[in-house]
């Protein structure tokens, strides 16, 4: 299995993480994988190896740009930014991904019978 | 999001991808970094933390791999770097990038000077005409001998015998007429024919090259005036009382100051005046290649211009035929037509077409002149220097393999690390085809330079050739095609061993590999192998072409100077042709210095020919009906001693002034063999235009039409049974002193006649010089080729030995430390690389060899060839050998012992 078909597993929740988080504050990719497991109460290992083509991919599409900072310990980093094309995809997905969860949840939910 | 926006990111990241590599590293490098302090704190030591940061990244290169993939094209975004890396490597090791873009430069460089003179000679044959490939001659050929023989036209018999030039009979005007209207697969044919015209007045006439052509002419080869228009059908229909001509574009500039009035003006021509209606484009130089005309003149004009009667006489086969497929029409079918037609006109006028066929032949397989030579020596030519190129291509190979065997460990790690290998195949690849692009750029310029040197070749003066070849883009496609080959060629099987190796086996050893370095001795030997052939080969031709310089003519070249007059075309003449003849030799003979004098009507190795004639023998019946044929000269009596042909049995033609006895001939010797076989020539009788003769002599064999032709008949006719108003003067003089003779004998014409013009007053020697010129071009080639190819063998010698030392420096360096000497070390050196050398010589020599026999059938075998020219490729290859060799055993032991 090439890097590229594993990390197209979690593409699309991959994705929907990162830009969460970036809707949050600017942050660098370690920073991104950090806060993803902190807020998933490690529930989600970000594969690291997937997440910088992931954000080369969404920067292509606009979705969020890129800007060099200095950290909060004096060191440089890429900090990823969410744009408003970022803010916009955030809210689609957001609204993609509540509608198919709330489903998902409903089937699950199912007691039988046709009410 | 559109497409185009991502495009456009990937390519600017393309564009920025030198400062995006330096950045994702920084990205990588934090990212471990923070993920390695984060592992320490959950106390890890500072080595674990790190691998298991990696190892939860999934490996640097591998991430950064993925994000370039991600980012950019990533197989332009490889080739660049891989562009970048080779030429950084060829940079490092810049001796051996200069020797393999020289080496493949000068490669490709003639290669291609010679591919843009085939395509000139082959491809564009008639320059300014557009559809020159198109065209395609239809040549009569006499079968004559053939059906003597089988009685059949075989097909078997007409393959043999498709090429002999011999055969090739041209094509008389009525014949021409005859086709055009019986072929329908060919769109209308044209004919022409090549004629000298006096042009100006009587006093100050100029020789002037023109072609007699057919009304259609300019018409079928879709040329466009420079200015004016082209003939009229009016303008020549037989007898036309507007006698016109067109002018080359050269002519008009040259002679009449490219006048705008010019078109409509009047030019004096063989004392006729002939209207300019128009100027041939620019480019355009006739139809006979190389050959550039200046007039040309409807061939109705021939009785007027010339006084010549060929307009109606089947025998006069002096033109050529060019026609064009018809669209939809197959060269089969042509030549079916064709076939029909000639049977047709050979039941029709057996006396003439009795035993003619016809071939439809491509215009660069013309059966006789310039085009025949020229093509069949660039052919040749061309195939020896792609031979020379495959010698380049080893030689680079070689050194590719040589320093690529020393980045066996460079290449170790990098598989190491991830690389693929076709990442492996395709950098070291690269690094060739950098070369070769270089060197085909190079090539280019050296293609540029030659096409230009050789067509600058001074040829005869006086002489109207004009080449125009030139470097085009398929000429220089073709370059970069030759470029792309050889660094394929070159650089696979280097790449593909060293992408092959043992990595561990690499990383762990010293760089030295038994099985490499025998590959390099494989390929220096097939390197020498193939330099010995084209060495040999080219001594071959310089040889074949000084044995022509050489060869014994059948008469004396030196000490004789020709002068040719005509006034033939005049209506009343002082004296009468035979009477200013008798005149003019009894003067001539009677000159301080003139050792002999006689008039003729050809001169031979004539670059138009000899006529061919068809005569019957009293007495040899043919069983056939066939006409007999042979070359026909008409000579004056003192003809064979001025020439030094000698006369084997029987006499000189009777003086001019002998009135009493009967018309005679002389024969040559292949004329007795092939006709009169064991019987007495003396006294045989001879029919020929209505007319008898009677053999007087039998002289030797000379050459007549060309050199290497076989013996041919010809029958000598004497001017006092066929007087003529025009000729060429032969003076025997002592040899050195021809020229000197010049105006006596300007004096001599002009006080027999002022009105006579004297012209083409050269030596014989000149005269048969113009016959070689053609074959200078490829002898003049290789005289250059010759001592680039051993240089290019030495360099690939000394390349290889260099580096081949330089890689046992440690060895040498203990060797002497132990003890041995310089000289020992040199001489062992020389031994190992010179045994390979001597198996490639020694191949090449055997192929070579059998080269030779084949070609030099008959002829006496050269040392100097056969065993000079290995001798020199030997002693530059010891050379080459013994330079590194020395320089290796200077080494300092303790220096060579510390290195590698």
């Known amino acids: 299995m090439s890097p590229a078909e594993r990390s197209e597993l979690l593409q699309g929740t991959l994705e929907l993480l990162v830009l969460k988080t970036l809707s949050l504050e600017p942050m660098h ?36 740009r890129s800007e060099w900072r200095i950290t909060e310990h004096n060191r440089r980093a890429r900090y990823y930014l969410l744009t408003a094309a970022g803010e916009r995809q955030l809210k689609s997905e957001r609204g993609a991904w509540d509608r198919s969860s709330a489903a998902v949840n409903r089937v699950l939910g199912w007691q039988g019978g046709l009410a | 999001m559109s497409i185009w926006s991502e495009v456009l990111e990937r390519m600017r990241s393309l564009v920025q991808r030198r400062r995006e590599e330096r950045e994702l590293a920084d990205e990588v490098a934090f990212h471990l970094m923070m993920e390695t302090q984060k592992n320490e704190a959950a106390g890890l030591s500072a080595q674990e933390a790190r691998r298991v940061a990696r190892l939860r990244l999934g490996g640097e290169e591998q991430v950064k791999q993925d994000v ?41 460089g003639v290669n291609t000077a010679i591919f843009s003179w085939i395509q000139a000679v082959v491809f564009r044959p008639l320059p300014g005409v557009r559809a020159a490939n198109g065209f395609y001659f239809i040549e009569p050929r006499s079968v004559a001998e053939a059906a003597q023989g089988s009685g059949g036209h075989g097909g078997a018999l007409r393959s043999t015998r498709v090429m002999d030039p011999g055969n090739y009979v041209g094509v008389s005007w009525l014949e021409y007429n005859d086709l055009r209207e019986r072929l329908s697969a060919i769109r209308d044919a044209v004919a022409f024919r090549a004629a000298v015209l006096n042009v100006g007045a009587a006093e100050s006439a100029r020789r002037t090259y023109a072609q007699l052509v057919s009304g259609n002419f300019f018409l079928e080869l879709e040329l466009k005036p420079a200015g004016g228009r082209f003939f009229l059908p009016e303008e020549v229909a037989a007898g036309s009382s507007a006698p016109v001509v067109v002018i080359s574009h050269g002519f008009w500039q040259t002679q009449l100051g490219g006048s705008a009035s010019a078109v409509g003006s009047i030019l004096r021509v063989n004392d006729r005046e002939l209207t300019i209606v128009g100027i041939a484009p620019r480019n355009f130089q006739g139809t006979v290649l190389a050959l550039d005309f200046d007039l040309w003149v409807p061939a109705t004009l021939a ?16 033109y050529a035929m060019l026609a064009r497929l018809r669209a939809g029409t197959t060269a089969a079918q042509a030549q079916a037509e064709l076939n029909t037609a000639m049977k047709e006109l050979a039941q029709r006028y057996p006396a003439t077409n009795a035993n003619v066929q016809a071939d439809l032949l491509s215009f660069w397989q013309a059966p006789r002149g310039p085009q025949k030579f020229l093509a069949r020596a660039l052919v ?48 070291l690849l690269t690094e060739n085809l950098l070369m070769a692009v270089l060197g085909a750029l190079l090539g280019a310029g050296i293609a540029a330079w030659g096409t230009n040197a050789l067509r600058d070749v001074p ?10 070849t030139d470097l085009d883009g398929i000429s220089l496609l073709f370059a970069m095609m030759l470029g792309l080959l050889c660094g394929l060629a070159a650089g696979i099987a280097p790449a593909l061993q060293l992408a092959r190796g043992d990595r561990q086996l690499a990383l762990r050893t010293s760089t030295r590999s038994i099985e490499r370095s025998r590959m390099r001795g494989k390929l220096m030997a097939v390197e020498v192998a193939v330099a010995l052939v084209v060495l040999m080969a080219a001594g071959l031709f310089l ?42 030799l009894e003067r001539l003979r009677a000159q301080a210095g003139v050792q002999s004098a006689a008039i003729a009507r050809s001169v031979p190795l004539d670059i138009h020919g000899l006529p061919v004639r068809s005569f019957t023998l009293e007495g040899h019946a043919r069983a056939d009906a066939a006409p007999d044929l042979a070359l026909r000269n008409t000579v004056t009596p003192g003809y064979f001693q001025t020439m030094g042909i000698p006369i084997l049995t029987g006499q000189d033609f009777a003086d001019l002034s002998d009135v009493t006895s009967a018309p005679q001939v002389i024969v040559n010797q292949e004329f007795v063999r092939e006709y009169l076989g064991a019987g007495e020539p003396l006294g045989r009788r001879i029919r020929t235009d209505g007319q008898s003769y009677q053999i007087v002599a039998v002289v030797r064999n000379s050459l007549y039409d060309s050199f290497g032709e076989r013996p041919k008949p010809i029958i000598y006719y ?60 490829p002898a003049r080639m290789f005289v250059v080729l010759g001592p680039l190819l051993l240089v290019l063998a030495a360099i690939g010698i000394y390349a290889v030995v260099a580096f081949a030392v330089s890689r046992r420096t440690a060895e040498i360096g203990l060797r002497l430390a132990v003890g041995a000497s310089p000289r020992e070390v040199v001489l062992q050196i020389m031994r190992e690389t010179l045994r390979v050398v001597s198996y490639g010589a020694l191949a090449g020599w055997l192929v070579a060899f059998l080269v030779y026999i084949h070609v030099a059938v008959g002829r006496p075998l050269d040392p100097r060839i056969l065993f000079g020219v290995p001798a020199l490729l030997l002693s530059v290859a010891s050379i080459a050998c013994w330079i590194p060799a020395r320089r290796a055993a200077r080494i300092d032991p303790t220096i060579a012992l510390n290195s590698d």
């Open chain 1, 29 to 64: 990719g370690w920073g991104i994988s950090q806060r993803i497991q902190q807020m998933s109460s490690d529930v989600f290992q970000v594969p690291q190896g997937s997440l910088y083509p992931a954000l080369v991919r969404m920067k292509q599409r606009g979705w969020i």
């Open chain 2, 68 to 108: 370039r993939r991600q980012r950019g094209f990533l197989w332009l975004d490889h080739a660049v770097r891989d562009v970048e890396h080779a030429w950084r490597t060829m940079v490092r090791g810049p001796v051996v990038a200069v020797v393999v873009i020289l080496s493949l430069g000068v490669g490709i």
């Open chain 2, 303 to 318: 009785p007027t211009l010339l006084g010549s009667r060929e307009l109606a006489e089947r025998r006069a086969r002096d």
């Open chain 2, 380 to 427: 040749v030519l061309q195939s020896v220097l792609l031979l020379l190129l495959v010698a380049v291509c080893a030689n680079t190979a070689n050194l590719v393999l040589a320093r690529a065997s020393a980045r066996q460990r460079e290449i170790a790690v990098r598989q190491a690390l991830g690389a693929s290998r076709a990442r492996i195949i395709a950098l």
């Open chain 2, 459 to 468: 040829f005869i003066d006086a002489f109207p050739i004009r080449f125009q």
């Open chain 2, 543 to 584: 040889q074949s072409f000084g044995e022509t310089r050489d060869t014994d003519p059948g008469f004396q070249r030196k000490g004789v100077l020709l002068a040719a007059y005509d006034f033939s075309e005049r209506e009343s003449s002082a004296l009468s042709a035979r009477e200013f003849m008798a005149a003019l």
């Open chain 2, 718 to 777: 004497s001017l006092r049974d066929r007087p003529a108003g025009g000729g060429e003067i032969h003076l025997r003089t002592v040899v050195g002193s021809e020229l000197a003779l010049a105006a006596s004998v300007r004096g001599i014409v002009r006080t027999l006649d002022p009105s006579i013009v004297l012209y083409d007053v050269r030596t014989l020697e000149q005269h048969v010089d113009k016959n070689l010129f053609l074959r200078r071009v």
